[in-house]
C-alpha cells in the first residue's frame, strides 16, 4: 500500500470514526441499560481509536518524545497503583486514558490535515444526535432521566449520562447554529424544533444555561457587527424581541425539568429563601452539593502519605467516596502532583500551538467553565472528542478563507 492510499485510508478511518461518536453512545447506553457485564463498547472503540492515535503520533519525529514520556509515566503510575495501594488497577488504567485523551487528540488535531472535517460534518453530527433523542421518544423508547438517578426527571433518548450529552449539546452548537446561516429554510426550521424540543426533554441546567448563553453570544455579535447600520425602528426592534422572549422563558421554565428538578434539590437539602444565597444554598443548587464532596476528598488527600500527595490517592478512592464530579479537582486528586502537572503541560502545549479564534475559542471556554459546574467534560471521552475537533475546525477554516 502506498503512502496516498495509506493517508486515504486513515482519513476515512478518522472520519468514520467521528462520525460513529452518538451510535457509540447509545449503544453503550443500551449495554448498560441491559446490565450487558461485558467490555464496553465505548472503552473498545476509544481504547483502539487512542492506541492507533499514539501510534500516529510516534512517527511523527517532533512528537515522538511526548509520547515515550507519556508511557514512561504510564508505566511508573501502573506499578506505584499495583505496589503501593489497594486500588482496582483497571478502574486506574481507564482513569488515565480518560484524563490524557482529550490533551493527546488536541496534540493529534494539531498536527494532522484532513479538509472532510469540517463545519458542515458538525452540523450532520447535531441532528443525529438530536434524532437519537427525538425519534425514541416519540417511539415511546429510550430512557428517562429517573432510570438512572430515582430523584430527577427528563428524558435522554439512547444516551445514559445526562451531563455528558448536555456538554456535546452545547459545544456543538456553536458551530452549527455559524453553518446552519447557509443552509434552506425548511433545515432552519428542523433544527430549531428539534434543538428546543430536546433542550426541554433533557431538562438539565448544563444544556438550558449553555443553549441560552450560546444565543445570547450570537446575538451579541450581530448586534456589534451591525448595531450603528440599523435604523431607530429596526434598533427598538432588536431590543424589544430579546425582551419579549425573555418574558416567554420566564413563564415557561416553571414547567421544565430542570425548575422541577431544582426545585426537587431545594425541598430535599431544605433550601429556601433565607438560605438560598449563602454557602450551603449554593453549594447544593448551584453546585449540586460538589463543594462538600470536595471538603471530603480533600480531606483524605491531605492526610494520606507523600507518595500519594504526588502519584494520586486515584480515581478508586474518589469512586469509593464521591466523586468531586468539578474535573479539574477530580484530575488532580486521582493522579497527584506529579500526574497533574504532567496532564498540564500536555494541555498547554497541544493549546498554545492551536490558536484557536473566535467561534472556536468560545467553544472551548465555554466548555472549560462548564466543567466546574457540571463535571464529565474534561475526562469525558465522548465529549473531550469534541473540544479537541475544535483544532482542526478552526484551522481548515482559516484554510478555506485564505483559499
Not at 426533554?201 to 451591525?226: A, C, H, P, W
Not at 479564534?357 to 467553565?369: A, G, Q
Amino acid at each position: 500500500m502506498n503512502d496516498i492510499k495509506k493517508k486515504k485510508f486513515f482519513d476515512n478511518f478518522i472520519l468514520v470514526f467521528i462520525l460513529m461518536q452518538p451510535f457509540i453512545d447509545a449503544l453503550t447506553c443500551i449495554q448498560i441499560k441491559s446490565n450487558l457485564n461485558i467490555l464496553s463498547i465505548s472503552v473498545v472503540f476509544r481504547g483502539l481509536a487512542f492506541l492507533i492515535i499514539l501510534m500516529y503520533l510516534v512517527f511523527k519525529k517532533d512528537k515522538r518524545k511526548s509520547i515515550f514520556f507519556f508511557l514512561v509515566y504510564i508505566l511508573l503510575s501502573t506499578i506505584y497503583t499495583i505496589l503501593l495501594t489497594n486500588n482496582n488497577i483497571n478502574t486506574e488504567i481507564t482513569n488515565l486514558f480518560q484524563i490524557f485523551y482529550l490533551p493527546f487528540f488536541i496534540i493529534f488535531f494539531n498536527s494532522y490535515d484532513n479538509e472532510k472535517i469540517n463545519n458542515d460534518l458538525v452540523l450532520k453530527l447535531y441532528f443525529i444526535y438530536l434524532n437519537l433523542i427525538i425519534i425514541p421518544y416519540f417511539l415511546g423508547i429510550g430512557y428517562s432521566v429517573s432510570e438512572f438517578y430515582k430523584e430527577k426527571i427528563g428524558y435522554l433518548g439512547l444516551f445514559y449520562g445526562g451531563n455528558e450529552i448536555s456538554a456535546i449539546l452545547t459545544c456543538l452548537l456553536p458551530i452549527s447554529l455559524k453553518t446552519l446561516k447557509d443552509k434552506k429554510n425548511i433545515i432552519k426550521i428542523i433544527f430549531f424544533i428539534e434543538l428546543f424540543m430536546c433542550t426541554y426533554l433533557i431538562g438539565t441546567k448544563t444544556l438550558m444555561l449553555g443553549v441560552l448563553i450560546v444565543f445570547m453570544y450570537f446575538f451579541v455579535l450581530y448586534l456589534k457587527n451591525n448595531f450603528n447600520k440599523f435604523s431607530k425602528l429596526k434598533k427598538s426592534f432588536m431590543i424589544t424581541i430579546p425582551s419579549i422572549l425573555l418574558i416567554l422563558l420566564v413563564i415557561i421554565l416553571p414547567f421544565t425539568p430542570m425548575f422541577k428538578n431544582i426545585i426537587t434539590a431545594a425541598k430535599f437539602f431544605k433550601v429556601d429563601s433565607n438560605n438560598l444565597f449563602s454557602l450551603y444554598g449554593l453549594n447544593k443548587i448551584v453546585f449540586s452539593g460538589r463543594l462538600g464532596f470536595l471538603e471530603k476528598i480533600n480531606d483524605i488527600f491531605i492526610n494520606s502519605s507523600i507518595l500519594s500527595i504526588f502519584m494520586g490517592i486515584g480515581k478508586t478512592t474518589l469512586l469509593n467516596t464521591k466523586l468531586i464530579e468539578i474535573d479539574i479537582l477530580d484530575i488532580f486528586y486521582s493522579i497527584g502532583i506529579i500526574g497533574f502537572v504532567i496532564w498540564l503541560l500536555y494541555m498547554i502545549k497541544g493549546m498554545k500551538n492551536a490558536k484557536l479564534k473566535s467561534i472556536y475559542k468560545f467553544t472551548f471556554i465555554l466548555l472549560i467553565i462548564i466543567s466546574i459546574f457540571a463535571g464529565h467534560i474534561l475526562t469525558s471521552t465522548n465529549v473531550s472528542i469534541y473540544l479537541a475537533l475544535m483544532i482542526i475546525l478552526n484551522r481548515n477554516e482559516k484554510e478555506e478563507l485564505n483559499e
